[in-house]
């Protein structure tokens, strides 16, 4: 089993920057990718970022490109989600999720694992 917890969230006005992290703990040898989802009020879960635990590679869902960077730091079982420029529309409880298998990863049943989510309200 594997455990994540995250932690950053808070409120934010418009413009400004939250770093979101997530700490994995457990079985971690059985991770393969970190992903980050988020899902606004009253919508459905998104895909927002995802890092390979093993190795450099990164994917973006599109709206986020430029705007968010997901890193990881093997040492402290930690990924981070550096998340700038941040809009009303970003208001959403983020989650951190892990999956044990190569594949889509875009897609939150592709994942065995989650966190109890973060909290971030950006106002206008």
């Known amino acids: 089993q594997v455990q994540l917890v995250e932690s950053g969230g808070g409120l934010v006005p418009a413009g400004g920057s939250l770093r979101l992290s997530c700490v994995a703990s457990?079985?971690?040898?059985?991770?393969?990718?970190m992903g980050w989802f988020r899902q606004p009020p009253g919508k459905e879960r998104e895909f927002v970022a995802g890092?390979?635990?093993?190795?450099?590679?990164?994917h973006y869902a599109d709206s986020m490109k430029g705007r968010f960077t997901i890193s990881r730091v093997n040492a402290k079982n930690t990924v981070y989600l550096q998340m700038n420029s941040l809009d009303p529309e970003d208001t959403a409880v983020y989650y951190c999720?892990?999956?044990?298998?190569?594949?889509?990863?875009?897609?939150?049943?592709?994942?065995?694992?989650w966190g109890q989510g973060t909290q971030v309200t950006v106002s206008s």
């Open positions: 457990g079985d971690t040898f059985n991770i393969y990718f």
């Open positions: 890092i390979l635990w093993g190795g450099d590679g990164t």
């Open positions: 999720a892990a999956k044990r298998t190569i594949g889509r990863v875009i897609t939150s049943n592709d994942y065995h694992y």
